[in-house]
């Protein structure tokens, strides 16, 4: 990885982008808002020039930050780093395009491109036919399709909130990310009673928790909500860094 970020260092950035002319630079907020990173090459006006009203300093003294590289990849990296886990920009200019420049790359999880609401509604009820076809035709017990049936519950989410989905192995610990930037982690069960289970590891990287159940064919809510709040109605077992959440008490916490 190679990437340098500019906060409250004007002189060092606009170094930068005068000695890298063909380099990469995003632009986002001090706090790296994950639904705020716009991709732009070094030579754009937006990045090199400031805009409208834009203060003395306001490239990275202000409200703003820059992130600077010669390769999109190493910016895809620092992206991933800061908790987007396909490596995407919000946002890539259409003023100075940086996908047509030559040291342009795709990232691998353009696989997102393809999740347009509507491929995530065919995929859901996909999905679902799958999850019947198994427990119903074969006698699969739920238990043991897991995997689908978290699918499921992604997929249903990203609908719900009209959010879009992470595919990468989830090294976040969230699955959706919403249009407001909010990180949800969605957690599926087939059982009647028990509970989830929740990494204490993952918390700081999660903002809402979504509880759905598969019963009588089709899931069902049983928690949305912040993931503090349903936390706080959790056991703790230092041992192995987890919380569990009994689905009877995370019920009646909305
Ligand atoms: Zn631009």
């Known amino acids: 990885m190679s990437f340098s970020e500019f906060i409250n260092d004007e002189y060092k950035y606009i ?6 002319p063909n380099g990469f630079v995003i632009n986002t907020s001090k ?5 705020y990173r716009v991709l732009h090459t070094a030579d754009c006006s937006y990045v090199t020039t400031l805009q409208g009203n834009a203060q003395e300093d306001g490239f990275t003294e202000r409200g703003y930050i820059k992130i600077c590289s010669t390769n999109v990849e190493s910016l895809r990296d620092w ?3 800061e908790g987007e886990k396909n490596g995407l920009f919000t946002q890539e200019c259409a003023r100075c395009k940086p996908w047509e420049h030559n040291s342009y790359s795709k990232g691998i999880a353009q696989f ?10 065919e995929l859901y009820e996909k999905y679902l036919a799958l999850v019947r076809f198994e427990v119903q035709k074969l006698g699969v017990k739920p238990t043991e ?11 249903y989410c990203a609908l719900i909130i009209d959010g879009s989905i992470s595919h990468v192995v989830n090294q976040h610990g969230f699955d959706v990310l919403s249009k407001t930037g909010r990180r949800i982690s969605v957690k599926t069960t087939s059982q009647k009673t028990g509970f989830v289970a929740i990494s204490a590891n993952t918390l700081e990287k999660v903002d809402d928790l979504m509880i759905l159940q598969y019963k009588n064919d089709g899931l069902h809510e049983v928690y949305f909500g912040d993931i503090n709040k349903a936390v706080s109605a959790a056991r703790f077992y230092a ?16």
């Open 145 to 155: 399709v897991r995997h689908l049936i978290g699918r499921l519950g992604e997929f």
């Open 112 to 121: 997102d491109d393809l999740l347009t609401l509507s491929n995530i509604k």
């Open 239 to 254: 041992n192995i860094n987890k919380y569990e959440l009994d689905i009877s008490k995370a019920k009646k916490l909305l």
């Open 31 to 35: 706090s790296k808002r994950l639904d």
């Open 79 to 81: 992206t991933k780093q």
């Open 15 to 20: 170094n930068w982008i005068q000695s890298n």
